[in-house]
């Protein structure tokens, strides 16, 4: 579904209809997530303005570069909307990237987030690409996520820090929270999206089927 | 001898092949530009750049200056990963193994083993799957593509002719490309091997091109654009990023302009978001007609 020339964006066949879960695709790792919900049956959309995000029946922050997504989201409603997904309940899967722009503070370089996952997310916080691994979890929340090691793609990745009373951890790397849950926000510091082992899309998107 | 068959796909699914395609993965949809000084680099992060990428010289400046293009200096390096905190890429010589070793010390985030340098190989490219940072390498076709990736390239982006604002070579390396791709689909098993006799390509990549219609890395544009409608062309032929050389800091307002490309290749299918962008630009780079080059003044056709 990639690189279809002069066809539209990522929209699995026959899948137009609203209840398709939304991928915000202004940069990053989209298709790669659409890919994801489509392996496990759930049609994905790419969004790109505040009007379709909200049009949408869940939403994907994906993975990318987070300063390159604050410049594309300045001054086109798409903050606001995202907190309006969050707010009616919606499904909402962060990752990398995605979490970064939810957390309620950042670090290197300082800035606020959306304020919408109580956490603070240090950037490139386990160093440069060299450093970019795939772990295989073992700390995880057996009633979410089970007994099998999770596989874990992390590139570049965030460190969460100070989850706040409302935070759930589901998984941790050398103790560090890796995948939080606050609500309907699931929010990951990997990309389940890059790996085989469904559980963590599974997890979203049973959350809004509830 | 072993005694086991070979088990040629092994370097693609190890775990240290995966992360590199997934910092591919994760510059999709976004636009990476050349930069000489950790001024530019800010410049472009400002701008919303994906990563920036450090050369010596642009490729306009080495076209005009000659003499040979090489990796960036160490100390220009050091400055703009301490100026920036998107991913920093570098570009070594084609073939230059020690250049490539260097930047992985530096802990570049990417190698761009570039034909806009002065190739130190005549015959040879680096076998990538040897080191640990992920390496982007360009092609003309499917052959050259599937040999890169072959010898380990992360990330595939088609050559324009660098430095020159001239998009025609980009469009043609993009749609070959494609093309190729395509017709491999068609062919039924038989046929497999006499492709990949015909495009000098790796058989097993061959296969999984044929099977799947694309490569199996991001597939990027790169040379010659200079201006936003530039990028949403490559998007619309199936880039799924864009590389920006010469055009931005050889026009006449750098950081509006580089706030222009990026609008565009993320809103490359909406042409009025498009032409808003390309707005008050001022003057984009004088440029040179690609087809007013003699083969000789020719970056493109480095890479073997």
Not at chain 2, 226 to 239: E, F
Request: with cysteine; aromatic share 4%; proline share 5%.
């Amino acid at each position: 579904m990639t690189g279809r020339p002069g066809g539209t964006p990522a929209r699995a066949p026959g899948t137009a209809s609203p209840r398709a879960i939304g991928v915000l695709a202004l940069q990053g790792d989209f298709e790669a997530h659409a890919r994801a919900l489509a392996a496990v049956g759930v049609p994905a959309v790419e969004v790109r303005t505040a009007g379709q995000l909200l049009s949408a029946a869940g939403l994907v922050l994906p993975g990318g570069e987070s300063t390159t997504l604050w410049k594309l989201m300045e001054g086109t409603g798409i903050a606001e909307a995202i907190a309006e997904v969050v707010r009616r309940g919606d499904p909402v899967l962060a990752t990398c990237a995605g979490a970064i722009l939810l957390s309620r503070r950042i670090l290197n370089p300082e800035r606020p987030g959306l304020g919408l996952l109580d956490v603070t997310a240090v950037r490139n916080a386990y160093g440069r690409q060299l450093d970019s691994t795939v772990v295989r979890l073992t700390d995880l929340d057996r009633t979410a996520l089970g007994s099998d090691p999770l596989e874990a793609v992390f590139i570049r990745a965030p460190r969460l820090e100070a989850p706040g009373p409302g935070v759930e951890v589901l998984a941790r790397r050398d103790g560090d929270p890796v995948l939080v849950r606050q609500g309907n926000v699931l929010a990951a510091t990997f990309h389940p999206e890059l790996g085989e082992d469904s559980r963590v899309t599974r997890l979203f998107v049973a959350a809004g089927r509830r | 001898m072993s005694s086991t068959f070979p088990t040629f796909a092994t370097p693609f699914t190890s775990d240290a092949f995966r992360v590199k395609v997934g910092l591919a993965e994760m510059l999709k949809g976004g636009v990476i530009m050349d930069v000489v000084n950790a001024e530019q680099a800010k410049v472009a992060e400002d701008a919303g750049a994906a990563a920036v990428m450090a050369l010596e010289r642009v490729p306009a400046d080495i076209r005009r200056d000659g003499g040979v293009a090489r990796m960036s200096p160490v100390a220009k390096i050091r400055e703009i990963q301490a100026a920036v905190s998107i991913p920093v890429m570098a570009k070594c010589r084609i073939g230059h193994v020690a250049e490539a070793r260097v930047l992985e010390s530096l802990e570049v985030d990417f190698i761009d083993e570039s034909e806009v340098l002065t190739p130190a190989d005549e015959a040879n490219h680096v076998y990538k799957h040897d080191f640990k940072v992920p390496f982007v390498c360009g092609c003309r076709n499917l052959g050259e593509a599937l040999r890169r990736i072959g010898e380990g390239a992360a990330m595939i982006r088609t050559k324009g002719e660098a430095g020159t604002g001239d998009i025609v070579h980009a469009v043609k390396h993009l749609r070959e490309v494609t093309r190729a791709m395509k017709a491999l689909t068609l062919l039924t098993r038989d046929e497999w091997m006499a492709a990949a006799k015909e495009l000098g390509a790796p058989f097993e990549l061959v296969i999984w091109v044929a099977e799947n219609g694309k490569l199996p890395v991001p597939n990027f544009a790169a040379g010659g654009v200079a201006t936003p409608a530039d990028a949403a062309l490559c998007r619309i032929l199936g880039a799924e990023a864009i590389f920006v050389g010469s055009g931005i800091f050889k026009s006449d307002d750098p950081a509006k302009r580089a706030r222009a490309i990026v609008e565009a290749t993320t809103h490359w299918n909406d042409p009025a978001r498009v032409a808003k962008a390309s707005e008050d630009l001022g003057e984009g780079m004088k440029g040179l007609e690609a087809a007013k080059l003699a083969e000789s003044e020719m970056l493109q056709t480095r890479g073997w």
